[in-house]
């Protein structure tokens, strides 16, 4: 994965390349003319990424700045969007019904199924992703659903920052 371009004539052309865990996921393009005062031309950039946004913020002076962001951010949609589609193949295995998400893959939402001394407690546990450019969340949020009478009514969150803290609140009831 990373970034590859091509200068031509006045114009340049960058692809972006996604990965995650060593398996190649999508390539996005973008082309800036007159590379002296740069202006975007033609972009796969999808939608939800504020590209006019960025640009404003980063041209001319920063291409490099840019297409690092962008990097960034579109790298971890793509790694978000892995996660949640690996866990919707195997999710008759772990997670019952289908697996909530919004778009951008910031929010996930899924129930599941753990067997306790021979009975199934069912929890809902939700994923949220306060950090576009990572591919781990940085709030988990996961409560008893069903039969929650052999292990009490617990209600459990975890916040992680960026930067490897951890928080973690319990609520038993």
Same mark, same amino acid.
């Given at each position: 994965?990373?970034?590859? #371009? %091509?200068?031509?004539? !006045? ?14 996921? &999508?390539?996005?393009?973008? @082309? ?8 975007? $031309?033609? +972009? ?5 990424? =504020?590209?006019? &946004?960025?640009?404003?913020?980063? /041209? =001319?002076?920063? *291409? ?11 790298? #971890?949609?793509?790694?978000? %969007?892995? @996660?949640? !589609? ?5 999710? =008759? ?6 697996? @909530? %998400?919004?778009?951008?893959?910031? $929010?996930l939402s899924f129930t599941y199924n753990v067997t306790v001394e021979g009975q199934i407690v069912?929890?809902?546990?939700? /994923?949220?992703?306060? &950090? /576009?450019? &990572? ?14 009478? *052999?292990? #009490?009514?617990? $209600? ?5 920052? =960026? +930067?490897?803290?951890? %928080?973690?609140?319990?609520?038993? !009831?």
């Open positions: 994965s990373g970034i590859s #371009g %091509k200068l031509k004539d !006045d114009a340049a052309c960058f692809c972006i390349s996604t990965a995650f865990e060593g398996t190649y996921l &999508d390539s996005y393009y973008i @082309q800036v003319n007159n590379v002296k005062n740069p202006q975007i $031309v033609r +972009h796969s950039i999808p939608a939800f990424i =504020p590209l006019h &946004d960025l640009a404003k913020e980063h /041209l =001319p002076a920063a *291409l490099k700045k840019l297409l690092h962001v962008l990097f960034e951010r579109l790298n #971890g949609y793509a790694g978000r %969007k892995f @996660q949640a !589609d690996r866990a919707e193949k195997i999710s =008759p295995v772990y997670v019952e019904g289908s697996l @909530q %998400k919004n778009s951008l893959y910031t $929010v069912g929890f809902a546990a939700k /994923l949220l992703y306060a &950090d /576009l450019a &990572d591919t781990l969340p940085t709030e988990v949020m996961v409560t008893c659903s069903g039969n929650c009478s *052999l292990i #009490g009514l617990c $209600v459990f969150c975890c916040c992680f920052s =960026p +930067h490897g803290s951890f %928080k973690e609140n319990r609520y038993v !009831d």
